[in-house]
């Protein structure tokens, strides 16, 4: 037995996708081969590809990216087995209110239920997060990953997987901050402690397309997100140009990326993470691997000194990432019916000019 549709998933009016979706003019396809001579021509030509597409989509697509097609496999089959298992075997590693970590069915966006199944683990094994969301909290708690028994692989092949993705989220962040003339390894140490996180996205057919989401319009809340899909399709990006929504085509084997709020706020709104969503359909499941690449939970976010100036003050005051992160989490495990915490709750009243 799968999700049962009710009146939880239903979006309200302004928010249901349209019947169709154009996936014409679409975000870049950015071809990374040239990181491995790692200079000349074509790599300047790479980094300036990369800045004017978080400048004028903050989404991109990438293929040459390095990672073997068989890692994919892998992970894309796990998912499937995983999720295709009794509900009740799926929830001996549920997520609960003291573990956000494994298996959920029942989570929100903006107040609204997905019409989606998740598995979601951290790459480090286990996450330390503020305990509370007072400012200054000092005290933090962890949480640990929660392995399903079935299928018998899925922890090495998850494994596998994030070791690769990782790789290349690195090497990514070192483009986009030489795209914002920035040293390649400006930013390296923000991710010391990391903690990301890969989250398992299924969402299985709907029987109301029209009316549900499964990931409501949303922005994301960490530095970048790298995001495997299989070819079905479903994700949708707001273009920064006219406000539609597009649909990004599937390619075989690429990956999506896009800057998060952190970015945005890092490069003080040179680059702004971009809303998007997913729409579902009525025939096919379809599956997505969203990696999170995020700081150490200590991090305080704000605008880096070398991107603001006299004329370009820092446009956001300084916030915690940990409890940033946690707040949102515990927003989209159960209903606070209120507005979840967005980066623009820090934005800086300017001076008019
Ligand atoms: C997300 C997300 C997109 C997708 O999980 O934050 O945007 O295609 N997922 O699943
Ligand atoms: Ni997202």
Redesign the pocket.
């Known amino acids: 037995m799968g999700l049962e549709f009710d009146d939880a998933f239903i979006q309200a009016e302004e928010h249901r996708p349209k019947p169709y979706i154009s996936e014409a003019g679409g975000i870049p396809v950015i071809d990374l081969s040239p990181i491995i001579a790692g200079e000349g021509e074509a790599f300047s030509d790479l980094v300036a590809e990369v800045g004017s597409a978080c400048k004028n989509w903050g989404f991109f697509q990438v293929i040459n990216h390095g990672i073997d097609g068989k890692v994919l496999e892998r992970i894309h089959a796990a998912a499937r087995e995983f999720f295709a298992l009794p509900l009740e075997e799926k929830r001996r590693v549920r997520r609960g209110e003291d573990n956000p970590l494994g298996y959920y069915d029942a989570e929100n966006t903006k107040n609204v239920r997905d019409w989606k199944e998740v598995f979601d683990f951290v790459t480090n094994e286990s996450a330390e997060l503020p305990a509370t969301e007072e400012p200054g909290e000092k005290r933090t708690d962890v949480f640990w990953n929660q392995w399903p028994e079935y299928p018998p692989e899925f922890r090495d092949v998850c494994k596998e997987y994030s070791k690769e993705v990782e790789k290349l989220a690195y090497k990514l962040v070192e483009l986009i901050s030489l795209s914002l003339g920035l040293p390649a390894k400006r930013l390296s140490s923000f991710f010391k402690d990391d903690m990301n996180f890969i989250?398992l996205?299924h969402?299985p057919p709907c029987p109301e397309p029209q009316l549900a989401l499964?990931?409501g319009r949303?922005k994301?809340g960490g530095a970048l997100?790298v995001?495997f899909?299989d070819d079905v399709g479903?994700?949708d990006v707001r273009r920064k140009n006219d406000g539609e929504w597009v649909r990004v085509k599937p390619i075989h084997n690429s990956f999506i990326i896009n800057v998060g709020d952190i970015f945005q706020v890092w490069s003080n709104d040179t680059y702004e993470s971009v809303e998007?969503?997913?729409s579902v359909n009525s025939e096919r499941e379809r599956f997505?691997i969203?990696f999170f690449f995020n700081p150490a939970h200590y991090t305080n976010v704000k605008p880096l000194e070398e991107l603001t100036s006299e004329e370009n003050p820092a446009r956001y005051e300084e916030y915690n990432w940990g409890q940033f992160f946690k707040a949102r989490k515990n927003s989209n495990f159960k209903k606070l019916g209120k507005e979840n915490v967005q980066i623009y709750h820090f934005k800086k009243a300017l001076l008019a000019n």
Do not use: K
């Open positions: 989250r996205n969402y499964g990931v949303h994301d997100t995001l899909q479903g994700l998007h969503r997913v997505s969203p």
